[in-house]
């Protein structure tokens, strides 16, 4: 019964062809359908035949190179043009490369390009773990992975300690090793970790840094010690924070020594503000900072030994 109706409907819009009745709402329907499967068609031709056959990368690329740019993107010369969308090529770079900011894609259809405009977000911090070299933001969120610190520290990224964590993960946040839960073979809980929120010293101190304008000057921090933080200042002050609590009055203590210049003849001073009213500062020329600093030649005055004076 159903093929019989079927069959009656073709042959009335077959009819209606025929004596060009376009009137007819039922060709209209058969017109509507029959421009459908036409752009379905076409379209399958857009995603599966036409191919890319260049990719040309704009902006900074002078930490990335194109072709680790183009990687990250997921898409390559020779590959279908309008099989993956320029959403889902900036999601893919974004989680490739962290650092990736303002990314803008665009897909030529007249020449078979896509153009991908780039900016990298500026280095600011590094962690070491196993062996390899992590670069974080002051968020803790991971942002580069590298074999050797002296690359980091050529970029700008200063030397970050902080307490024992887990493997990172590029693109997430650090984990701390004391808030992971402690489980037995079975997978029970035999110790909670601790709260994330005692770690909190950590991202409030490299967030005063970033917000004060300290980091074109800061070569270190050291928060591997809750309650004795340090900071390596201007590749030569080396300061004893202490305890986060009250930072920017110890900082604005940290400046007043510097100002006061009492300690310029050393090579390295330094400067003790763990309890600000008692702040001391001291020349120490045999103090090494090499591990923080890529040195340079310079010329001091003073020869060895140390000198020191009280605020």
Known sequence: MEDQKNNSKLNRIAECLKNKDYSNPELAGAKILSLLLICIVLLALLIFIVRIESIE?????????????VEASGVDVG?????KPAFLIKRSIKKNIPMAENVKVRKNIFTNKITIEIEIAEYEFFVEHNGKYYGVDDE????????????FMSLGAR???VPDIEA?????NLIFSETVDIKDESGKVIEEGKDEARFSYVT???GFLKDANYLNRVNAVLLDEKFNIRVVLDGKYFIYVGKCEG???KFEVVEAIIKEGSTDLGKY???????????SARVDNELDLSEYIIEEDREFGAQEGSSEVET
């Open 269 to 279: 001073v330094v400067i003790n503000v763990q309890n600000p009213a008692l702040a």
């Open 204 to 206: 409030d101190m490299l």
């Open 57 to 69: 990368i704009k902006g900074n690329v002078s930490v990335f190179n194109e072709s680790e740019i």
């Open 140 to 151: 803790l969120r991971v942002t580069d992975i590298r074999s050797s610190k002296l690359e």
């Open 159 to 161: 030397v970050l300690k």
């Open 168 to 172: 990172p993960v590029l693109g997430e």
């Open 247 to 249: 930072i920017a009055t």
């Open 79 to 83: 590959s279908c043009m309008y099989f």
